[in-house]
């Protein structure tokens, strides 16, 4: 009877019953009161983005882009200048949610998984003479009102030409292995896959696929942000030229705008490095491209042998004048 008086009772009334300061367990509370679980354990409502922060992340990722050697300390400076009162701390917190660092080397500038294995560069001091011979790809982020999604490329690099291009939410591997498989279904076998040391590209998921089509692996060295320089040129030419431009509000529009960039930046838009040609009629024709990374460091030992070689034939030949006969 005591049972039916208390389902009686209005839901909201029975609601106020139970609570964690009883001395029984919720479950038991809800069993006596007839009240669903569900009710008592209702999901927290999400919290609303700071504001603020989006603000600080915009300006931070528009003046990373524009110079991508920037750190923490000059994008302080850059932020305090622009009338914000902000500590070096808190621009490195927001950076680190950005996934960003300045692009000079340092310890610790790249951190790949620790089961994962790291290939060679293989592209230093090689000229690039013909469509696939080399291909390249990198993840960048887009900024969105409400967030941020990420974008991955394939690029040719004796064209510059973009073979293929995803959008994912998720940073994971899936959506830079669709990107991979598109591209070689696509437009055939590259030579050489040049990636950097992202856990993403050193994964054997996406590795597996370049073994299973004989593709030879590179990968950027560490603190070496030009290794993979044609791709990060084609970021900021997107971000500058489209994303900032156009302010896409939610994931749909990201999706279309950069459809139609991308067909642009392909079939319409002159390269000052292709000799005003676009990269689809280079990569067409095979014709009026090119590409090459320069050994700077072979070089640099080069030089400093033969200024050994040189000191050590000074020294010998100082000694050999200081032992004849005045």
């Known amino acids: 009877m005591a049972q039916k008086k208390v389902r009686d009772q209005p839901i909201e009334v029975l609601k106020q019953w139970v609570g964690a300061a009883e001395p029984l367990a919720l479950t038991r509370q809800c069993e006596l009161t007839d009240v669903a679980r569900s009710t008592v354990y209702a999901p927290s409502v999400a919290s609303k983005p700071n504001e ?134 696509v437009y055939g076998v590259p030579e050489i896959f040049n990636t950097d040391q992202g856990c993403q590209f050193t994964s054997a998921v996406f590795t597996d696929v370049l073994k299973a089509h004989s593709i030879a692996i590179s990968m950027d060295g560490r603190g070496r942000a030009l290794d993979n320089i044609f791709v990060e040129r084609l970021w900021r030419s997107v971000k500058h030229e489209d994303v900032y431009l156009k302010g896409y509000a939610t994931m749909p529009e990201l999706l279309l705008g950069l459809t139609e960039y991308f067909v642009f930046y392909n079939m319409e838009r002159t390269h000052q490095s292709l000799d005003y040609s676009t990269p689809d009629e280079v990569y067409r024709t095979a014709c009026g491209g090119g590409a090459s990374i320069v050994d700077k460091y072979g070089a640099r030992k080069e030089i400093d042998r033969k200024q050994k070689t040189e000191t050590k034939l000074g020294q010998r030949h100082s000694a050999a004048c200081e032992e004849l006969p005045s």
């Not at 003046?63 to 302080?76: C, D, N, V």
């Not at 294995?117 to 887009?142: E, F, H």
């Not at 991955?152 to 293929?164: F, G, P």
């Open 52 to 185: 603020q922060e989006l603000m600080l992340m915009a300006l931070i990722d528009v003046e990373y882009t524009r110079h991508p050697f920037y750190g923490s300390r000059k994008i302080k400076i850059y932020l305090r200048d622009l009338g914000h009162k902000i500590n070096r701390k808190r621009v490195q917190r927001l950076m680190v949610m950005l996934g960003l660092a300045g692009m000079v080397p340092g310890p610790n500038t790249s951190r790949p998984h620790p089961q994962h294995k790291i290939y060679p560069y293989l592209l230093r001091g090689v000229n690039v003479t013909c469509p696939n011979q080399a291909w390249s790809t990198d993840i960048t982020y887009v900024r969105l009102p409400r967030g941020f999604v990420y974008l991955v490329a394939v690029i040719d690099w004796y064209s510059r030409k973009v073979l293929a291009w995803r959008l994912s939410n998720t940073l994971d591997t899936g959506f830079c292995v669709d990107c991979l498989e598109q591209a070689i279904q």
